[in-house]
T-cell receptor
Framework: AQSVTQPDIHITVSEGASLELRCNYS??????LFWYVQSPGQGLQLLLKYFSGDTLVQGIKGFEAEFKRSQSSFNLRKPSVHWSDAAEYFC????????????FGQGTTLQVKP | DADVTQTPRNRITKTGKRIMLECSQT?????MYWYRQDPGLGLRLIYYSFDVKDINKGEISDGYSVSRQAQAKFSLSLESAIPNQTALYFCATGGLPTDTQYFGPGTRLTVL
């Protein structure tokens, strides 16, 4: 069955520290992979996406993610967290040829300490 | 102006009432989606549409119906609202070839 797991429900980091949010997926084919961010009271904003090619992808707001096929992972990273990064982060997988539906993880809530 | 808009943004209704949530997009995408978000469950797909004549059920369609009035408009209806439909509802659009989805701001629905 297709699924996405975000093992960490809640993460707290200090401002200026590095961040890594984990995402593991189960999918029959090579998936398209996405990270979205949801700030309090807001909709979901696309941070970055992977379709093919270079396995390290750059996104907005200084985020990057690395696709590791052997580990079925697509972890999100940022070298230095800002207080404004406090939000909920969702990993999603899908493939356009397969109806275009996305499967979302449960989300990881990031808290940033001053 | 936002590419994907949802109305209303907040709605409080009573059990048994009919309610409609509306979504409009200016991105020119053919594909539109309705999701429901509940704490700890992520987003779950209710219905999706690939064009005006192509509407499909998602994983949690019971108790909901949809209408695709035009390429740019996709409405979600709750025929008889119940309290466990209290949630945050998102509309999204997507286009080929990669179907990256873009989300509206959400509608917070409370059913009393």
């Amino acid at each position: 069955a297709q699924s996405v797991t975000q093992p960490d429900i809640h993460i707290t980091v200090s401002e200026g520290a590095s961040l890594e949010l984990r995402c593991n997926y189960s999918y029959g084919a090579t998936p398209y992979l996405f990270w979205y961010v949801q700030s309090p009271g807001q909709g979901l904003q696309l941070l970055l996406k992977y379709f093919s090619g270079d396995t390290l992808v750059q996104g907005i707001k200084g985020f990057e993610a690395e696709f590791k096929r052997s580990q079925s992972s697509f972890n999100l990273r940022k070298p230095s967290v800002h207080w404004s990064d406090a939000a909920e982060y969702f990993c999603a997988v899908g493939r356009s040829s397969n109806t275009g539906k996305l499967i979302f993880g449960q989300g990881t809530t990031l808290q940033v300490k001053p | 102006d936002a590419d994907v808009t949802q109305t209303p943004r907040n709605r409080i209704t009573k059990t048994g009432k009919r309610i409609m949530l509306e979504c409009s997009q200016t991105k020119g995408h053919d594909r539109m989606y309705w999701y429901r978000q509940d704490p700890g469950l992520g987003l779950r797909l209710i219905y999706y549409s690939f064009d005006v004549k192509d509407i499909n059920k998602g994983e949690i369609s019971d108790g909901y119906s949809v209408s695709r009035q035009a390429q740019a408009k996709f409405s979600l209806s709750l025929e008889s609202a119940i309290p466990n439909q209290t949630a945050l509802y998102f509309c999204a659009t997507g286009g080929l070839p990669t179907d990256t989805q873009y989300f509206g701001p959400g509608t917070r629905l409370t059913v009393l």
